[in-house]
């Protein structure tokens, strides 16, 4: 066997159970405290995850109160991760091949491997224990291993989250004609068929050269049939690809700056480079369309030319197909994305590039932060104030911003950057201290106004228009003259669905999910009730359980409520909405952004999803319809969540002529938030905040942690927060809030109860809270009563 290394996959054998490990660490001699196990052997030659990482997962699995292996499930893509649960699936690709009685298998497979790939093709997925039939009990991970080297097979993801992606074929030109020069004189030459030429000169006109498109897009423009295609493939002049759609073309790499700051935009830069020698971590303070992404390139291509790597990364993957369009306008095939959804050939793949410095500049979610770079130079968290960045369930409870400044300072040179119009109370507050530089950017670029905002009291509107007023006549008014205008629209509200709940008009009854103690949502489209929490779905209700009525009432109103609304209103308005449910594939929600980019939508309607990052022209009007809602929850990051919301989906108006509008429907008018929304004054704002903060020891003057108990059995889940909380109390004498049912008391058929810690910000203070956590956690379990009592810490929580 070849030698140990640190980061190579190694089998192990656990209770009887077949598994893949990492190798962390290397022992000359035997360790005392534990029994080693025998490895059977090693499945790697170079290791597959770096030192940097393994210490990065030590770091996130001490701070978030999780195990490494929780940290290696979320980071290891699951083609990595054998194990004798592991189900082994045939890739379409070959499977199709078979079946059109295609490619054969592979010559020169080894007898094992063959006999394995020969049972995928018959059965399409395999589970071990019948590999070890098929294998005899021989050693079956390095077999299995070549198998999904060679793409034949890949590992299922866990089952719950499993899904079909859709794949195509991609033509492009074949490295000789990829340069102009060369494809020049074919084409002003060419004699073969004219069909041919057609489907040549189009795909240079869609390509400009490089680059590749969809087969069947080229079929259509050209008007032709697969035959042209096939004799171009076979005279290799193009070439055929088959891959996912979600994939990024193939572009060549390179870098193209062809734009320049603006004054105020280059003072900013000047200032950023100046404190990046100094501090390790920064914040770009710069309001809506202040042009802080031209910063973000610049600085991306500085990290670049010294021949680094850099992550950029944004709250939502689906949030990133603007972004990466206007990368690779800048940095071509040097811009690569990472996505949870990508299959795990596809993870694997990239994985070995990020590994290898292959790829540059990586665009992603939090989980691209735990990808193996080589040299990373430059981390970018772009609306760093987002929640989404905190990874709620399962473990790790990361907070991807927070760890990629520790990522940062693991790699040689490696300053992290984190930028918002909003920035968290964490951030600023960070910053004046001094803890981090601070730059800020309190113009849009060319100076273009910001929007006038206008609260528009629901109070004041006559009783006799029914309740709930969904669009104002004062909002019904601007959006007529947005759209006689020719302008876009925008309407923001936070709640998908048709209804949140109903309510039975003689007793009150509410429709609850049978799992969750949640009121269920009413989606008219699928006609269905929904717990929004465990996905469930309902029959409609149109009997009171409890008293017997028909007679039902729907409160509050959701998205898809404004759509029908909205579309009534205005029936020559072209009308789309934006939320989870109406963006189930991950491509209709870049398509919708393009067709409203484009001008073929009028009127956008959406959740949270419309308000992060976007950029568009012709934007003149935003309505706030339920703020309300945004400003009545029981949190205290409420105003400060609240603040953030309205200012970034006002941001999206007016941002190139400077003469946005937003109009905000609300009740409770007088709240502080509102004014400094309408003054878009974000000092104010955190001003206020931070004293509230202060007064009631709140993050940034403590951490939190977050302790959740769950059990079938509410009492016992109870109990078990209250020991707890006690032995925290006095053991620790640490200020503990709770126990208290969790906002939804009920989920999945769990009852869940929690503690609040409010941890002091003294060094040492953290870790010995995590200790008497860790010591009471393992007593509780060792009571036969609290055994089965789930303990989920979330240190930070968002
Ligand atoms: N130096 C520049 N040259 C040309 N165009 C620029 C420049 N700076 C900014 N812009 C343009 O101004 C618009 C706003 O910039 P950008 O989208 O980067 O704003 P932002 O600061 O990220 O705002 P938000 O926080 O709302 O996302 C964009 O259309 C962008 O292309
Ligand atoms: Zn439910």
């Known amino acids: 066997m070849a030698a140990a290394a640190i980061g190579l996959r190694c089998e192990v054998s656990l209770r009887n159970k077949k598994y893949t490990g990492i190798i962390k660490n290397l022992f000359k001699v035997p360790p005392k405290d534990f029994t080693p196990l025998p490895i059977y052997s090693l499945l790697d030659k170079a290791p597959i995850v770096t030192a940097v990482q393994l210490k990065f997962w030590e770091w996130i699995a001490d701070y978030y109160q999780c195990s490494e292996g929780d940290v290696m499930q979320a980071a290891v893509p699951s083609n990595f991760k054998l194990s004798s649960e592991s189900i082994i699936r045939i890739e379409d690709e070959f499977a199709d091949d078979v079946l059109a009685g295609g490619k054969q298998l592979d010559q020169d497979l080894s007898d094992e491997e063959f006999l394995l790939a020969e049972a995928l093709q018959i059965r399409g997925e395999l589970r071990f224990p019948e590999i070890q039939q098929i294998l005899e009990g021989r050693k079956i991970y390095p077999v299995v291993k070549k198998l999904i080297d060679r793409g034949l097979c890949y590992i299922e993801q866990s089952l719950k989250e499993k899904y079909k992606e859709k794949k195509a074929v991609f033509i492009r030109f074949h490295p000789d004609y990829q340069k102009d020069e060369n494809l020049e004189p074919l084409l002003n030459n060419w004699k073969g068929a004219p069909a041919q030429l057609k489907v040549l000169m189009l795909l240079r006109h869609m390509t400009l050269g490089d680059g590749d498109v969809m087969q069947s897009a080229l079929l259509k423009k050209a008007a032709t049939s697969l035959s042209t295609i096939k004799a171009l493939l076979d005279k290799k002049m193009l070439v055929a690809e088959r891959r996912s759609v979600t994939r990024l073309p193939v572009l060549a790499p390179f870098i193209e700056m062809d734009f320049s700051l603006s004054a105020a935009q280059k003072s900013a830069f000047d200032l950023l480079v100046d404190l990046m020698q100094q501090k390790k971590v920064n914040l770009l303070h710069g309001v809506t369309a202040s042009g802080k992404t031209h910063l973000y390139l610049k600085l991306m291509e500085q990290a670049l030319s010294a021949g680094k790597q850099v992550l950029y990364m944004l709250p939502e993957i689906a949030l990133t197909a603007q972004i990466i369009r206007r990368l690779q306008h800048h940095f071509g095939g040097h811009v690569a994305v990472y996505h949870s959804r990508f299959n795990p050939n596809e993870r694997v793949e990239l994985w070995e590039k990020v590994l290898q410095g292959e790829v540059q500049i990586i665009v992603g979610a939090r989980s691209a932060l735990l990808l193996p770079f080589k040299d990373l130079g430059l981390i970018i968290v772009d609306e760093e104030h987002d929640s989404s960045y905190k990874q709620q369930d399962p473990a790790p409870r990361y907070h991807a911003r927070d760890a990629a400044i520790y990522y940062g300072a693991l790699f040689e040179q490696c300053p992290v950057l984190l930028g918002s119009a909003t920035p968290s109370l964490e951030s600023y507050y960070n910053a004046s201290q001094g803890k981090y530089g601070l730059v800020t950017l309190l113009e849009r670029f060319e100076n273009v106004a910001m929007p006038v905002i206008e609260l528009d009291n629901l109070n004041m509107i006559p009783k006799e228009i029914p309740r709930p007023i969904l669009i104002s006549p004062e909002l019904e008014t601007q959006i007529q003259e947005a759209l006689k205008a020719q302008k876009q629209v925008i309407l923001f509200q936070n709640r998908r669905g048709y209804s949140p709940y109903q309510i039975c008009n003689s007793c009150g009854w509410i429709p609850q999910c049978k799992h969750c103690a949640v009121s269920l949502t009413y989606h008219k489209g699928r006609n269905k009730l929904v717990c929004h929490y465990c996905g469930t779905e309902y029959p409609l209700v149109t009997t009171c359980a409890a008293c017997g009525s028909h007679d039902f009432q729907r409160k509050k109103f959701g998205t898809e409520q404004i759509e029908e609304a909205v579309a009534a209103l205005f029936p020559k308005a072209r009308v789309a909405r934006m939320d989870y449910d109406s963006v189930k594939g991950k491509f209709s929600h870049d398509a919708m952004i393009q067709l409203f980019e484009s001008r073929k939508i009028d009127i956008l309607i959406g959740t949270q999803m419309v308000v992060k990052g976007l950029d568009f022209e012709h934007v003149s009007l935003v309505g706030i319809l339920d703020a309300d809602g945004l400003l009545n929850f029981a949190d205290f990051r409420v105003g400060e969540r609240a603040f953030q919301l309205m200012e970034q989906v006002s941001g999206r108006a007016g941002r190139k002529d400077g003469k946005g509008k937003v ?104 870790q010995r809270c995590k200790k008497v956590i860790d010591h009471q956690r393992a007593i509780l379990q060792s009571i036969k009563e609290f055994a089965r009592v789930q303990i989920a810490a979330d240190v930070d929580p968002a």
Do not use: C
């Open 663 to 766: 109009l905000i429907q609300v009740s409770n008018i007088h709240h502080p938030v509102l004014q400094y929304v309408q003054q878009h004054d974000y000092l104010a704002m955190y001003q206020e905040e931070i004293q509230h903060r202060k007064a009631f020891k709140y993050p940034p003057f403590t951490r939190l942690i977050r302790l959740i108990f769950k059990h079938r059995d509410t009492h016992t889940a109870r109990q078990a927060a209250e020991r707890m909380a006690q032995a925290l109390r006095q053991l620790a004498s640490l200020e503990v809030l709770g126990p208290a049912t969790a906002p939804i008391e009920r989920v999945r058929g769990q009852y869940l109860w929690e503690i609040l810690i409010k941890v002091p910000k003294q060094p040492g203070q953290l």
